[in-house]
């Protein structure tokens, strides 16, 4: 009994221990996977914070909506093709580590072990007998391109301009990104704002129509003034179809932005087109410089600057490769003694390789590479003027939409002044009920042209900040 006791009590006891282990070896996995979360989201936090800095974030805070800036937020964090840009600047600055460790020493371990059987031979009268033997060898070999023309180094640097470059190129997608959704969420708001006015275009159409037939039944009205009144009934319902198709589209494509299921874009929530104004001054005159902070422009300058280094190293290719070996380890024909000390080699060399004959490779490269510089030089000009262009295009789509959009809200003000008149002139017994809703009619028109022309203006502004760079 005391034997039965025993041995309970010893698997009680390695039970409580493995339990005990468990436990604590779970807790510390617990902490593990906290800790690798919290690194992963410092990171991504960190990616996020990058990419709004680059877009000037805080410029979307000039416009009278608090939705705007929250979308904008949302594409810039969630969207895949943006996601998919900083994957690909950082393959490129793995490509830089990459090509950075040409310049260091390779050390390779190879161990090695061999057979060797010779053949019987005979020479004069002294005879060789067939051996049979193993050799093993442990060696470490070390190998070095001695940099003295700094062509590895040169290769390095031209990665690290093509890593700058993708860089920029990344940014200008944020830019783009930004000023696309923005423009997307006020066209949005532009056809909210237009479905409600033709919804009311459509009913004063229907109201027309019915009263025209009420006048041709009275023999006020000819048949054509009643088919005539119908069409007109009937475009305004496939013009209000028309702007809702439109602004369907433009919430699933809102949506897709900010990857959310396009099935509850409606759903989005937004602001109005009145309540929506930019608050900052416009100013009439950039100055020409800004065009250097452009990304597309300093992805250019980066493009022109590897380019340059590309002839250069071309150029050291044709200079010799001196190469620096060393090879220390273990090497013996009995594997018990392979370890003995007198059993250690080493061998230090050093070496000079020139191309004597390529076929023509050499030259052919640093003629493409100067080609390749020529035509990046010329991309390079034709991106500077046309970011003038653009520049100096926008400043004037905001000076001639801006004037265009007082004029409609000064035909629309007098529009107003006209239908009160109109409806005192109703009460007076002057004008019909039909000529009075007619009139509102052309109110609503007058109303559409300018929501139109605000949301322009308004998209001017984006396209503003889009060519500036982002720094406007």
Request: proline share 1%; hydrophobic share 40%; charged share 30%.
């Amino acid at each position: 009994m005391r034997s039965v006791s025993l041995i309970k009590n010893f698997v009680l006891l390695v039970f409580l221990t493995n339990f005990c282990f468990t436990e604590a070896n779970a807790f510390c996995l617990k902490e593990i996977k906290e800790k690798e979360l919290i690194e992963k989201s410092a990171k991504l936090q960190c990616s996020c914070e990058y990419r709004l800095n680059s877009i000037n974030i805080n410029w979307f805070d000039n416009f009278s909506d608090e939705y705007l800036k929250y979308y904008v937020c949302q594409a810039i964090t969630k969207n895949h093709d943006i996601k998919k840009a900083a994957l690909k600047s950082e393959e490129y600055r793995q490509k830089v580590k990459s090509t950075f460790s040409n310049e260091l020493p390779e050390i390779t371990f190879a161990p090695a072990f061999a057979r060797i059987k010779t053949a019987r031979n005979q020479i004069a009268d002294l005879e060789f007998s067939q051996t049979r033997s193993n050799i093993y060898a442990l060696p470490f070999i070390a190998r070095y391109e001695a940099d003295i023309f700094l062509k590895n180094h040169d290769k390095t640097k031209s990665a690290k301009l093509e890593k700058e470059a993708m860089e920029y190129e990344e940014k200008a997608a944020n830019i783009a990104m930004a000023s696309d959704v923005a423009t997307l969420y006020i066209n949005i708001l532009k056809l909210d704002e237009n479905i409600l006015i033709k919804q009311r275009v459509a009913q004063i159409r229907e109201k027309i129509f019915e009263l025209t037939k009420e006048r041709n039944k009275a023999g006020l009205a000819s048949v054509y003034d009643v088919t005539y009144t119908d069409k007109l009934h009937t475009e305004a319902q496939i013009e209000l179809l028309d702007l809702m198709r439109n602004r369907n589209l433009l919430l699933h494509e809102l949506a897709v932005y900010i990857d959310e299921n396009p099935a509850d874009a409606f759903q989005m929530k937004r602001g109005a087109l009145n309540d929506l104004e930019y608050k900052k001054i416009v100013p009439q005159y950039i100055n020409s410089e800004i065009i250097l902070f452009r990304p597309d422009i300093m992805k250019a300058e980066a493009d022109l600057k590897k380019a340059g280094l590309d002839v250069k190293i071309a150029r050291k290719e044709f200079l010799p490769s001196i190469q620096i070996l060393g090879i220390a380890g273990y090497n013996s024909l009995l594997l018990k003694r392979l370890f003995d000390w007198e059993n250690i080699m080493a061998l230090v060399g050093i070496g000079a390789f020139e191309k004597i004959y390529t076929g023509g490779y050499l030259m052919a490269n640093l003629r493409i590479k100067k080609i390749k510089f020529e035509q990046i030089f010329e991309e390079y000009k034709q991106i500077d003027i046309t970011a003038l262009q653009e520049i100096n295009d926008c400043l004037c789509r905001v000076k001639y939409d801006t004037q265009k959009d007082k004029n409609n809200l000064k035909k629309l003000n007098l529009e107003k002044k006209n239908i009160k008149l109109i409806y005192e002139r109703l009460k007076a017994g002057i004008i019909s009920y039909l000529d009075y809703i007619q009139y509102q009619e052309t109110l609503l028109s007058l109303q559409i042209e300018k929501n139109n022309s605000k949301a322009q203006r308004l998209v001017d502004y984006i396209s503003l900040y889009k060519s500036t760079g982002a720094k406007l």
